[in-house]
């Protein structure tokens, strides 16, 4: 079965195996590309492919000798939040050529994420999302796979191994917390 594979493969890069993870990407890409899809929905302006995404994602994780992954859930929340790394690289780099700087492109294909008109949102989000981080790791946790990974409330609960009950909960006081800092951020409070 896929999953037993995959598993195997994690625990083998997990290991140290070199040619462990070039046998895990065609088990795992067409996933990568679903959280990639979620990653990048309804974020219009300038875009950033799906591809693009997924590919920079398993480089980025490719480049660790060793990747200490527990099993195929943990893999995933890996890749989202090294999607949620490069989108939001990508906007600050966006805000910056608004400011004067240069632009590298992006020039892989598929379905597209819009950057331009997000850029100063989407950092904003993620500065506050850090700082959420820094009062409650995991009300962070859950952010990240329901916002940037997109995963629903029952997915995020087998990821994180909890309920989806205290998924809920978690989802509700986070927003909280980020709507808070988000307002005042713009009100300049």
């Given at each position: 079965m896929a999953t037993d594979a995959i598993t195997e493969l994690l625990a083998a890069w997990r290991a140290g195996d070199p040619g ?136 995020t609960a087998g990821a994180l191994d909890c309920s989806p009950r205290t998924v809920k909960r978690d989802w509700q006081k986070a ?15």
């Amino acid at each position: 079965m896929a999953t037993d594979a995959i598993t195997e493969l994690l625990a083998a890069w997990r290991a140290g195996d070199p040619g462990a993870a070039a046998r895990l990407m065609p088990l795992v890409y067409d996933e990568l590309r679903a959280l990639a899809r979620r990653q990048i929905a309804g974020r219009g302006g300038e875009t950033l492919r799906t591809t693009a995404l997924v590919h920079e994602a398993y480089l980025k994780l490719g480049r660790k000798s060793r990747l200490a992954v527990e099993d195929r859930r943990h893999f995933f929340a890996v890749a989202a939040k090294a999607m949620r790394q490069l989108v939001v690289d990508r906007a600050r780099r966006r805000a910056a050529t608004k400011r004067g700087g240069t632009d590298r492109p992006f020039s892989l294909d598929e379905a597209e994420i819009p950057i331009v008109e997000r850029a100063a949102d989407i950092v904003a989000l993620d500065d506050a999302l850090e700082r959420l981080a820094d009062v409650d790791e995991s009300l962070s946790r859950v952010v990240e796979l329901r916002f940037f990974a997109g995963l629903t409330v029952e997915e995020t609960a087998g990821a994180l191994d909890c309920s989806p009950r205290t998924v809920k909960r978690d989802w509700q006081k986070a927003r909280a917390f980020l709507y808070r800092e988000l307002t005042e951020d713009k009100t300049g409070s």
